[in-house]
């Protein structure tokens, strides 16, 4: 049973605390559960994310932390190798694999197709946790293949539980007036 305190826990999210530690417990099983993120920047996406990849390192199992680009650029590297093997064998042994910054940039070329091919090496047989802020009808476009973005879906969304967060970011809080005009001519923008 994971410990509670493992748990961030706050009135911003839309997980219950039996859904979070429900998602804690199963971050290492066989069943191959899935968390997935996807919020405004600042309000707690990636404490989330470590706090639950912590408490699957206290179960025993191996975890691994990335962020999209730099999974991209490794997949790159190794592909221009000769080594695409290796890098596959690599991000499936890990029992947790945390994806950060889901969207944030733009993926190169062959960056959606690597993730798409880390992300089916893992399906079903080992757990993944990506944080993103990017809705689902906008994935198409942060990926630049609408195809290659449904199979992302299509793999991550099986079995997986979705967590939102909003509110205020925790960096802007001192400056949260600024902050709320900044957030509304974003969302407008990207609406």
Known sequence: MVSPKVIPWGPRTT???AALREVAG????????????????GVGKRML?????????????????????ELAAKCH???????????????AGPRLLVIDELGYLPLPGDGASALLQVINQRYLKSSTIRTTNVGIADWAGAFGDATVAAAMLDRLLHRAAVVGIDGPSYRLRSHQPHADNLRKGVIGHAG
Do not use: D, H
């Open 49 to 69: 994310a470590v706090a639950l990849a912590r408490s699957a390192v206290g179960a025993g199992p191996r975890v691994y932390f990335t962020t999209a680009a």
């Open 15 to 17: 997980a219950t605390q």
């Open 77 to 91: 590297k190794v592909a221009v190798e000769g080594r695409w093997s290796s890098i596959m064998r690599f991000f």
């Open 26 to 41: 199963s971050a290492c099983s066989p069943a191959a559960s899935r968390a997935r993120n996807r919020c405004p920047p």
